[in-house]
DNA sequence: TCTGGGGTCCTAGGACCC
DNA sequence: TCTGGGGTCCTAGGACCC
């Protein structure tokens, strides 16, 4: 040890933005404060509030900057809500009656018929979430996107990162996202990224956690296996049936126990994840694998009677899809389809094409060729497009040579209007 | 009162080639 | 005739995450 420099402590930190969805509605709608907030659902034509209070009080002038006076009794109740969307977030008092994420509306209108609904607004979430990331940016350049209103920052080259274990520089984050923004965030230090996840959610909101590796037992070890990221519900139903319920009993397994009983791959990161060890670094940049578009209709679709809807939105998909690979520049192979039956069974296909493509018709085409392989006994729920194994546009090897168009054209030219021929001819099923 | 939409990664079997 | 591996690509399904 004598004459050695201390090697520099890998410091890791997760930060999560506190009731993102929710907090961003509050800064327009600040009226709402304190009241039970559940947003999701969607397609509510009442919601446009503004035409309301135009309707309402005509001889005032109402636009954007006049959100925060609308009055609350205005706004939409869970209550009388019908259709089949599902809650994105709660705001804290509106959980205080058991709202939760991902719960159906209907159900959470039971649980609290008052609470007020607002449709998402993922254009203002996407504009306070790329803010909140340049804020961080500029502090510290190392960090890896985690959705919305998630990221890992590497705190260990950052000036100062490790003073205070971190806690200096996750403090100068913190209030700089909210001078900026309004906004609040949790953020948890740590040696590793999965450890920095767990330790965010610690002290929230508003909070910051420092978890040292000897804070393993006493801090960790007494949670839920679920608390680790990457163990769902399904791996923690069956670590119940071995009687595992914590992560203190999760360590506790052999390594050899763990890999016979839950796989080679999935056991040894098991044991891993109990004991605190991940070397996973902060990844900056990633490329997408596949893009897609996918729909739940209001009510489910039968395949001959609804056939004309259901080629229209297999159409509109496909389009969507099209246009998303367009505009971030991508192409790509393997075109897929996905249903999803009234009995919520899921099924899908896909087929390779010998070329790359971001064509809207020929998407069209091999996702009309997967259709032709699924078996119709149910009423339809979902239908789903997929674009995969993406590249750069730029990098793409040559489309079909000309041969192959001329060949292609040859035939499509048999067939009557190429415009019809979309919703028709080009997948007999829809 | 049923359960959104957009992703990633893993597994496992079969085809096909060497 | 029977019996080999390994490697890669494709397809289907499923777990998980935000």
Known sequence: MLGQTPALMRRIAHLDMDAFYASVELLRYPQLKGLPVVIGGGRRPEDNLLARMRHLQPEREWDTSHLADIPVDIFPRLDGY?????????TYAARAFGVGSAMGVMKAAQLCPQAILLPVDF????????????????????V????VDEIYIDFTHVPGGQREDGRVLARLIQKSITDDTGLTCSIGVAPNKLLAKMASELNKPNGISILKPEDLQEKIWPLSCRKINGIGPKAEAKLKVHGIHTIGELAACERDWLTKHFGKSYGAWLFDAAHGVDERPVVTESEPVSMSRETT??????????????????????QQVATDLQRKGYVGKTIGI????????????????????????AIRQAAGQCLKRIEFKRRIRLLGVRVGSLVKAVDAPL???????????????????PSKEISHEQADLF
């Open 82 to 90: 019908t259709g089949r969307g599902v809650i994105t977030t709660a």
């Open 123 to 142: 254009e203002q979430y996407r504009h306070y979430s790329r803010r909140f990331k340049e804020i961080v940016r500029d502090i510290a350049p190392v």
């Open 144 to 147: 890896e996107d985690r959705g």
């Open 297 to 318: 209709f209001e009510k489910d679709l039968h395949v001959q009677h609804d056939r004309a809807a259901l080629g229209d939105i297999f159409t509109r998909l496909c």
């Open 338 to 361: 996905k249903l999803r039956f009234d009995n919520f069974q899921s099924v899908t296909r896909d087929n390779t094409l010998a070329f790359f493509t971001a064509d809207p018709l």
């Open 399 to 417: 489309p079909p040579s000309d041969t192959e168009k001329s060949l292609s054209s040859a035939i499509t030219a048999q067939e009557p209007t």
